[in-house]
């Protein structure tokens, strides 16, 4: 192996490390070597096109991005319709008034995970007809609560469905919406 062979290979072992070897030193050293040294020049050459051509190629050092930020979701309005007046009470808990004639109260808690999606039953039970109110498990995803007054038949006398409720449109003032009844 000759004193060319040694500088390009010392060349290589740079370029494979990742480093930028100083080549017009190098074309210096071959040159000093003294003969024709025009084939030791292109193979240099030849790794310099590598290294040239591994920066090209190779991907900048990004800045930190920054943490991926949650879709911003459709801003909506607690919104309230029925036959009965509900409002907020104490922490989270919604109160009405009393109503003559209802025995039971049915009561389904709805959740939405997608702002276009639909609600989906997370609980539903009863409550006597004296109950006047309900805790709500408040979080990020919109709630639906429907309070259903039933009288001794079955038969549907009072009723109120609150809608988008979320921690942070608790606080907030609620839309009445007209009702058909």
Do not use: C, F
């Not at 591994?54 to 919104?79: D, E, F, I, Q, Y």
């Not at 809608?163 to 606080?171: D, K, N």
Request: overall charge positive.
């Amino acid at each position: 192996m000759s004193e060319a062979d040694d500088i390009i290979g010392e060349a290589r072992a740079l370029v494979a490390r990742g480093g930028t070897p100083d080549w017009k030193e190098l074309r210096d050293r071959i040159r000093a070597l003294g003969g024709d040294q025009r084939a030791a020049l292109q193979r240099l050459e030849r790794v310099g096109a590598v290294h040239r051509a591994r920066t090209a190629v190779k991907p900048k050092t990004a800045a930190v991005a920054p943490p991926p930020r949650r879709p911003a979701l459709l801003k909506g309005r607690a919104t309230v319709s029925g036959n009965m007046d509900v409002r907020r009470g104490d922490g989270t808990s919604l109160v009405w008034r009393p109503e003559r004639g209802v025995v039971t109260w049915e009561l389904r808690i709805s959740t939405r995970r997608d702002p276009r999606g639909d609600y989906e039953v997370r609980e539903s039970g009863e409550l006597p007809g004296e109950a006047t109110s309900v805790e709500l498990p408040l979080g990020e995803e919109p709630l639906r609560v429907h309070l259903l007054g039933r009288d001794r038949g079955g038969r549907l006398v009072r009723r109120a469905i609150v809608s988008g409720l979320t921690v942070e449109t608790w606080t907030e003032r609620w839309q009445r919406r007209a009702s058909a009844s």
